[in-house]
């Protein structure tokens, strides 16, 4: 399985493109901090991800402000060209 979901908040985006599909798609920057408990011990965590809205969802995100706290929900995948990561968002929760 597999299925990601993240509060985040948008701290970049780009000019929208198309897929060669006709579909819409917004690359954008995330990132996420929060404490979790590991090994019974609070961590703190904070990242930047790549992440990738494709489809309807795009005029969801393009409604959100920026450094605004919400639920992303989708899919990991590699970038193109194998280097690194993307979250692919296909929904908001919130």
């Not at 897929?19 to 954008?28: I, K, Q, S």
Request: no cysteine.
């Amino acid at each position: 399985m597999n299925r990601l979901v993240l509060q985040a908040q948008i701290i970049e985006t780009a000019a929208i493109r198309y897929t060669p599909a006709g579909l819409p798609a917004l690359d954008l920057m995330l990132k996420h901090e929060s404490v979790v408990d590991e090994a019974g011990a609070p961590r703190k965590v904070a990242m930047e991800l790549k992440a990738v809205a494709i489809g309807d969802v795009v005029k969801r995100v393009q409604a959100l402000g920026l450094t605004e706290k919400t639920v992303f929900t989708g899919f990991l995948s590699a970038q193109r060209q194998g280097r690194g990561t993307v979250f692919h968002i296909t929904g908001i929760d919130g």
